[in-house]
């Protein structure tokens, strides 16, 4: 007689979901149940797609991060591009994973986005499973572990470079609780100290920008204007970057965390800082 469950029976080789062994790891478990789900991994019609070197997918820049006094801001624009066309004008790549962490994406946006949502389930599951939240290093780490999953995919041209940012809730320094971590396409993972970091392809525009406005030593309004100026600038030289839609009303995502947790700020907030910015280079066009 054959006691295997039905799963067992349609895919051969996989654990029973009812049966395996309990983890603390959501993407663990997926990888263990139904790996073929996993970003970075497709199977089947999507197998053939991915190898086409010449698929043009959306990706998306530009993610800016800085922290202040108060915890730590990740802001994007809002413009994803294919080639030399845009995209989407308003694409979300700022995403709030739980109350004290948010993550930017840049690349390529479809795998970016799957590995945003898969990452905000694994913090949400390991909560669950243990009762405590998972540490700050511990989510760094778990997200340096998804990005190298996606190696395979970024060797064939579909990259994924997120951007971290988190406040550390055990820090014996409030005022240095916020903390930027980046990683490269293999997974490695890297503290940024100097208290500011960019991704995608307006990054160097940005750092320059960052670099001269941008003060650890701020409060939380300024440095949301220092963001918005620095994305500004990226949009400025770098046709890839969306600036600021006062017509349409599209304005980058500002995501700010601090002791009282992770907020995504008001949307009139962000048009009244853009509308002062935009006053300010009508007088002086270069910043």
């Known amino acids: 007689m054959d006691h295997r469950s039905p799963l067992d029976a349609r895919h051969p080789g996989l654990l029973d979901p009812?049966?395996?062994?309990?983890?603390?790891?959501?993407?663990?478990?997926?990888a263990a149940t139904a790996p073929h789900l996993l970003?970075?991994?497709?199977?089947?019609?999507?197998?053939?797609?991915?190898?086409g070197a010449g698929l043009d997918?959306?990706?998306?820049?530009?993610?800016?991060?800085l922290v202040c006094a108060d915890g730590v801001v990740i802001a994007?624009?809002?413009?994803?591009?294919?080639?030399?066309?845009i995209a989407q004008r308003d694409i979300e790549k700022v995403?709030?994973?739980?109350?004290?962490?948010a993550v930017g994406i840049a690349g390529s946006a479809g795998i970016a986005l799957e590995m945003v949502r898969?990452?905000?389930?694994d913090l949400?599951?390991?909560?669950?499973?243990?009762?405590?939240?998972?540490?700050?290093?511990?989510?760094?780490?778990?997200?340096?572990?998804?990005?190298?999953?996606?190696l395979g995919a970024a060797m064939q041209g579909f990259v994924v470079v997120p951007l971290f940012v988190g406040y550390d809730t055990d820090a014996a320094d409030a005022s240095k609780a916020g903390r930027i971590v980046t990683y490269d396409p293999t997974g490695g993972r890297y503290d940024e100290w100097l208290g500011y970091h960019s991704?995608?392809?307006?990054?160097?525009?940005?750092?320059?920008?960052?670099?001269?406005?941008?003060?650890?030593?701020?409060?939380?309004?300024?440095?949301?204007?220092?963001?918005?100026?620095?994305?500004?600038?990226?949009?400025d030289d770098d046709t890839a970057t969306g600036g600021p839609d006062t017509v349409r009303r599209i304005y980058p995502i500002v995501v700010s965390i601090t002791a009282e947790g992770a907020h995504r700020r008001p949307e009139e907030e962000i048009s009244g800082i853009v509308d002062q910015v935009i006053a300010g280079r009508t007088e002086k066009p270069g910043g």
């Open 76 to 85: 994007g624009d809002r413009r994803a591009t294919s080639g030399n066309v």
């Open 199 to 235: 991704v995608g392809s307006g990054s160097v525009f940005a750092k320059s920008s960052m670099k001269k406005l941008h003060d650890p030593a701020h409060d939380l309004p300024r440095t949301i204007r220092t963001a918005i100026e620095a994305l500004y600038d990226a949009a």
């Open 118 to 121: 898969l990452f905000t389930v």
């Open 18 to 30: 009812f049966t395996a062994p309990a983890t603390a790891s959501f993407t663990d478990y997926v």
């Open 95 to 101: 995403f709030v994973t739980d109350s004290y962490s």
């Open 39 to 51: 970003p970075g991994r497709p199977t089947g019609a999507h197998a053939a797609a991915h190898a």
């Open 124 to 150: 949400e599951h390991y909560e669950k499973i243990e009762g405590v939240p998972l540490s700050l290093d511990g989510k760094a780490n778990k997200l340096a572990g998804m990005v190298r999953q996606n």
């Open 57 to 65: 997918v959306p990706h998306g820049t530009t993610i800016v991060a």
